[in-house]
């Protein structure tokens, strides 16, 4: 191995606490759910990954299905641990999750007991860990009763395969009651982590209020709305960015003229500020007390610099919310 780390990486990241609980997580932690799988180029990954750990960003956020193909970024996060991060397992918050589509048949989604550890026990191996720090139910399964699901997270823990749980796109009133069960086995829920950025505000609608009086940390997926709340898409959608590779994917119907058109807008106040709108929008929804962390995906070491670097942004006035309030209702 002939990487070391930088020695001053904790100096000056951010890290919060997560909720009513003992564990910290950086303000921005790193998402592999795109850029980390067998397609991609592992140099590359390994370049980010190690970029990111010296910049003070101790979490990285996998899920079962996450590549492509399925699991293949989990194998990825495997090779980064033996290459160059094992030796700093102590240091490191790893957190997978299941709840989507995985395999055939019935007992490869949603939320059963056998799925979810089996799931997670897949995972394990993937990574060739002994245990993750944070293992989530990705999504509520309205088919499986909600106490099947929470005690099957409660034993995973209890069986050593994960240090906490938590959920992931649960609504709020799901959320209270899933937190009510899990309170209830002792195994509480640690964390909740839902879409949220400038073009994305449903968390606003109840859900960051259940989570500060369930004591429930929030760690915020898409952030930067998937690369629309950056300068990339601010000229139209380029050939070789997301969107344009991937007509039908997770960005369709998602970019219109009109949102375009809020992005360069949004961008003139970014530039007031003196940052980059991926900043900004970073910046945003940071500044809430709720919000633990934001989960950052990205496809080279600059963007991972960039999103850090957000952490030094000034105070928002009350004049530059107001004129994102106007730009977002326009």
Known sequence: MDYCPAEHRYDTMKYNRTGR?????????????????GKDVFENDRLMARRAFDLGITHFDLANNYGPPYG???????????????????????????????????????????????????SLKRMGLDYVDIFYHHR????????????????????????????SNYKPEETRKA??????????????????SLFNRWIEDGLLDTLDAEGIGCIVFSPLFQGLLTDRYLDGIPENSRAGRNHGGTLTGKISDD???????????AQERGQKLSQMALAWVLRRATVTSAVIGASRVSQIEDAVGALDSPAFTPEQLAAIEAILAS
């Not at 609980?21 to 799988?37: V, Y």
């Not at 290459?83 to 949603?110: C, H, N, Q, T």
């Not at 937190?179 to 949220?196: D, F, K, M, N």
């Open 140 to 167: 509520p399964d309205p088919e499986t009763p909600l106490e099947e699901t929470m005690g099957a997270l409660d034993f995973i823990v209890r069986s050593g395969r994960a240090l906490y749980v938590g959920l």
């Open 259 to 269: 949102k375009i058109e809020r992005a360069r807008r949004l961008n003139l106040v």
């Open 72 to 122: 293949s970024a989990e194998e990825t996060f495997g090779r980064l641990l033996t290459k160059d991060l094992r030796p700093f397992r102590d240091e490191l918050v790893i957190s997978s999750k299941a709840g989507y589509d995985m395999w055939p048949g019935p007992y490869g989604d949603r939320g059963s007991r056998k799925y979810l550890v089996a799931s997670l026990d897949q």
């Open 21 to 37: 609980s003992g564990l910290k997580l950086p303000a921005i932690s790193l998402g592999l759910w795109q850029n980390f799988g």
């Open 179 to 196: 937190a009510a069960i899990l309170r209830s086995l002792g195994t509480p829920c640690l964390i909740h982590q839902p879409s949220y």
